[in-house]
């Protein structure tokens, strides 16, 4: 019971994980056709990371913000 007091929505959280890997299983076709899609999916946004990444300034990345001048 402690554990249901903690997470009371836990139960519906996971029932709405399980439908969503349904629905992508159905639309995909299969099981191995889902995974396909999923790696594939992944592929483009490491490369979409990448891209974003090498644009981004390296001070930026750091969070360093310049020195304000005096006005």
């Not at 402690?2 to 709405?16: K, Y």
């Not at 076709?29 to 483009?44: K, N, Q, S, T």
């Amino acid at each position: 019971m402690g554990r249901a007091r903690e997470f009371p929505f836990e139960d519906e959280t996971i029932a709405a994980g399980e439908a969503a890997v349904d629905e992508a299983i159905r639309r995909a076709g299969g099981a191995r056709e889902a995974v396909r899609a999923l790696l594939v999916e992944i592929g483009e946004l490491s490369a979409a990371l990448a891209a974003a990444s090498a644009k981004a300034s390296t001070g930026y990345v750091r969070g360093r913000q310049p020195a304000r001048r005096p006005a």
